[in-house]
C-alpha cells in the first residue's frame, strides 16, 4: 500500500467517524427535543384535569361570573385541540388565552369572600399556579432544546448530515405577546363583556 492510499485511507476513516459522531449529536439533540416537550405535555394534562374542578367549585356560587367560566372551558378545549395536533403556533396562542382567562376568574374570585373561604378553591388554586410555573419553566427547556437542534443542524458540516438524513426543525414554543407584557390588573376586575 502506498503512503498515498494509506493517507486516503486514514481521511475517509476520520471522516467517516467524524460523520457518525455529527448523527449521534443530532439524534441526541432531537431526543432532548421530544423529552423536553413530553415534560410540558404532562404538566399540560395535569392542568387539563385540574381546571374542570375549579370551574366547578366555582359553579356553586350562583351569582359567579358565567361567562369568565366559558372563557376558561373554552380556552381549555382549544389548548387541548393544539395540544392533541401537535401544533405548537396554535398552542402558544390557546395557552396565552387559557392563562388570562384563568387569571380573569382567580381576579373575579376576589368579589365572592365564601368562595374564597372554600378549601377547595384554595387548593385548586395553588395547584394550578404551580402547574402555571412549571408549564413555564418547562416552555424554557423545550425551546432552547429546540434552538440547539436547529443551530445544530444548520451549522457546517453537520447540515450535510441533517439534510442527508431529514432531521427536521424544531419549531420554537411561542407564547402571544400579550404574555409577556405586564398584567393589566384593571382590566381583570372589569366585568365581561
Known amino acids: 500500500m502506498s503512503v498515498f492510499s494509506a493517507v486516503v485511507l486514514g481521511v475517509l476513516v476520520l471522516v467517516l467517524f467524524y460523520s457518525v459522531f ?78 388570562a382567562s384563568t387569571l380573569r376568574l382567580f381576579a373575579v374570585a376576589e368579589a365572592y369572600p365564601e368562595l374564597r373561604a372554600n378549601e377547595h378553591f384554595m387548593q385548586l388554586q395553588a395547584r394550578i399556579t404551580t402547574l402555571e410555573n412549571g408549564i413555564a419553566d418547562r416552555r424554557e427547556l423545550y425551546n432552547e432544546s429546540a434552538n440547539l437542534l436547529n443551530v445544530g443542524r444548520e451549522q457546517f458540516p453537520d447540515l450535510v448530515i441533517a439534510r442527508l438524513f431529514n432531521f427536521e426543525e424544531a419549531v420554537l414554543l411561542e407564547f402571544a405577546a400579550s404574555e409577556k407584557a405586564d398584567v393589566d390588573m384593571a382590566s381583570l376586575f372589569r366585568p365581561a363583556a
Open 22 to 99: 455529527i448523527y449521534n449529536t443530532l439524534v441526541q439533540l432531537k431526543h432532548g427535543v421530544s423529552k423536553a416537550w413530553a415534560n410540558i405535555d404532562v404538566l399540560l394534562k395535569q392542568r387539563h384535569d385540574e381546571l374542570p374542578k375549579l370551574v366547578e367549585v366555582c359553579r356553586q356560587y350562583k351569582d359567579f361570573e358565567q361567562a369568565t367560566l366559558e372563557r376558561v372551558i373554552a380556552a381549555r378545549g382549544k389548548v387541548q385541540d393544539a395540544s392533541q395536533q401537535h401544533d405548537l403556533g396554535a398552542l402558544g396562542t390557546a395557552e396565552s388565552a387559557l392563562r
